[in-house]
């Protein structure tokens, strides 16, 4: 199971993982245009900060996934093989059950277009995900565990 | 008439079976299970019935899992068969099929009894009408469904969540839709008096007319026995082609009655006595979802919650107990999230301050934006965010894990509210995968 972590002590709250987040899942995938001729998707990980403390925070991936058990269109399920919690977009009905159910508030209302939940993906179809290699702190790494 | 003889046996095919079938294969890859249900269709999401009307979900889209579900299960289903003549002792039950033939004798170790609900209808005329139909399940959102060319006025009575949802999607198919809701707000069990102003300012706003304090007195028909107008309560009378009854659901539980299988009083609604471990009184039998208690994690009892997260997740922790695993549904209250034409709303635990001691609440109010917290000795005991959802879910999760409140209390609805703020140990916490469903 792949996971992404924050090192608290090193991320600098530059926001720039919320940024590329945006990018990665955006139409045009260019930075330029997401944020001038699109309407921007909503971050996929938060960055949160109180004085000199900050980290960002996405899907933890959690083995008890409440978000999969409260869905009501069967739209997130965990990978049997990786463990990965996916979300079906295209199943999803924006119904908003799985913000309400995920305690870490990692799942966002995306109302760009038809209503649908957004969460971390871990970008599939990139080897290392956006908010990561794009950290310019190395705040950001991702582990392989259990699940 | 053969005998058939499984490990497990689920009887439902909804939210509660699919989450027993997935929780007994995550302990227990190889014991047999048969799922029985009425419905004779692959399991569907059946909280999107309303949306097979609206037209943004297909019947493809209604699947709840993949086609390859039971066989990539290793489950036997029984779609379109009714279980009935439980023998408790023997262990056993008798499938009817949908025409009334009988069929196999199921043998079991193992039961789960997850039959959900079914609605109440009230005594009154008219409602065999052609037109006139409840909604809560598959064929009835399709028989509407083909009905929608010749309906330009529809009648929806009852404003909770079936009643609203039905609504809603009715605006989207038929010129004039009116819902009708004896209380003086809409989704009582989920709103507040603020919360249901906004969301009645959202149906209207999309032209559903929304009548509170009524309610319909009479159902006619025409001379071909279809629904052509309802009488009100004030004596409104109005034309309809199509009347949906949406004002409850209760337990269906009549397959159990004489088995020895212990129902809670009627006075707290019937449904199945369970303990946490969704086991009824008798061993080897459990029961989950709609037709069943829960625990409450906010007011700490047992009690109908017959809401989809509570019917799988019960379901789920009952199979991995059937398989010999010892857990606990604690992750229980009354929990909901709509969005009506745009319009989030998301609620939990209490809706309204209960007169006790030690209660209190905050709200914060703008223009399209409602939030509200309440409180009891500073642990949060309801929760309701209109407009805006975003990160609702901290709140539901200081709520189940009873985490006081009082050093953050002030910035709970504030702009500042987030994880960092909150105490080390709790913050670290929300940091970290959950691992384990107790």
């Not at chain 1, 919320?18 to 245009?33: A, D, F, G, P, T």
């Not at chain 1, 999969?68 to 119904?95: F, H, L, S, W």
């Not at chain 1, 159910?101 to 080897?127: F, W």
């Not at chain 2, 009952?318 to 989030?344: E, I, L, R, Y």
Request: aromatic share 6%.
């Amino acid at each position: 199971m792949k996971r992404i972590y924050a090192i608290e002590e090193v991320c600098i709250g530059c926001h720039l993982c919320e940024v590329y987040c945006q990018v990665e899942h955006s139409r045009s995938r260019n930075i330029i245009k997401t944020f001038k001729d699109e309407v921007p998707p909503p971050s996929r990980i938060t960055v949160e900060e109180d004085g000199p403390v900050s980290f960002a925070l996405q899907c933890r991936h959690c083995p008890e996934p409440y978000c999969a058990y409260a869905c009501i269109a069967g739209a997130i399920y965990q990978d049997e093989q990786t463990g990965e919690v996916i979300q079906d977009r295209d199943k999803c009905i924006g119904c908003w059950t799985c913000v309400l159910s995920c305690t870490k508030g990692a799942i966002r209302a995306d109302t760009r277009g038809p209503r649908k939940a957004a969460k971390c993906d871990l970008c599939p179809g990139r080897e290392t995900p956006a908010c990561i290699e794009m950290c310019p702190n190395d705040a950001l790494y991702i582990v392989e565990e259990e699940f | 008439m053969a005998t058939k003889k499984y490990k497990y046996l689920i009887i439902g095919n909804s939210a509660g079976g699919i989450g027993c079938v997935e929780g007994i294969r995550r302990v227990d890859k190889k014991g047999s299970i048969a799922v029985v249900s009425d419905e004779k269709y692959h399991t569907y999401s059946r909280p999107l019935i309303t949306h097979l009307i609206e037209g943004d979900v297909d019947r493809r889209g209604m699947d709840f899992r993949p086609r390859t579900f039971y066989r990539g299960h290793d489950v036997q289903p029984y779609l379109g068969y009714r279980a009935q003549d439980l023998d408790t002792e023997g262990r056993s039950v008798t499938l009817i099929s949908e025409n009334g033939g009988k069929g196999n004798t199921i043998r079991f170790e193992k039961m789960l009894v997850a039959t959900g609900g079914k609605p109440f209808i009230p005594p009154m005329e008219g409602l065999d009408l052609d037109g006139v139909t409840a909604m809560i399940n598959l064929d009835q959102s399709l028989e509407v469904r083909k009905k929608l060319g010749r309906v330009q006025n529809a009648v929806v009575l009852g404003a909770g969540l079936i009643g609203t949802k039905t609504a809603q999607a009715l605006s989207h198919q038929v010129d004039n839709v009116t819902m009708v809701e004896l209380a003086e707000r809409i989704l009582a069990l989920v709103t507040d008096a603020v919360s249901s102003d906004m969301a009645v300012e959202a149906f209207r706003h999309s032209g559903v007319q929304v009548l509170l304090g009524n309610t319909v007195t009479e159902v006619k028909g025409d001379s071909k026995g279809r629904v052509s107008e309802v009488i009100l309560k004030d004596g409104t009378v109005l034309p309809c082609e199509l009347f949906v009854v949406a004002i409850g659901v209760r337990p269906r539980t009549e397959f159990l009655e004489g088995t020895g299988v212990a129902l809670a009083n009627m006075k707290v609604g019937g449904g199945v006595a369970v303990d946490l471990n969704m086991e009824t009184n008798i061993k080897g039998i459990y029961a989950c979802g709609d037709c069943a208690h829960a625990h409450d994690f906010v007011t700490g009892g047992m009690r109908l919650l017959p809401l989809w997260p509570n019917a799988y997740i019960g379901g789920r922790i009952a199979g991995m107990n059937m398989a010999g695993s010892s857990h606990q549904h604690k992750w229980a209250t009354n929990m909901n999230s709509v969005d009506f034409f745009g319009f989030p709303m998301v609620s939990a635990g209490f809706m309204l301050k209960p007169d006790k001691k030690g209660f209190e609440e905050i709200t914060r109010s703008e223009k399209d934006r409602y939030s509200k917290v309440i409180l009891k000795d500073d642990v949060i005991q309801g929760l309701i965010m209109a407009g805006e959802v975003d990160r609702a879910g901290i709140y539901l999760g200081l709520m189940r894990e009873k985490v006081k409140t009082t050093s953050f209390k002030k910035e709970l609805l504030t702009d500042d509210f987030a994880v960092v703020h909150l105490p080390f140990e709790v913050k670290e916490k929300i940091k970290q995968p959950i691992m384990e469903i107790e």
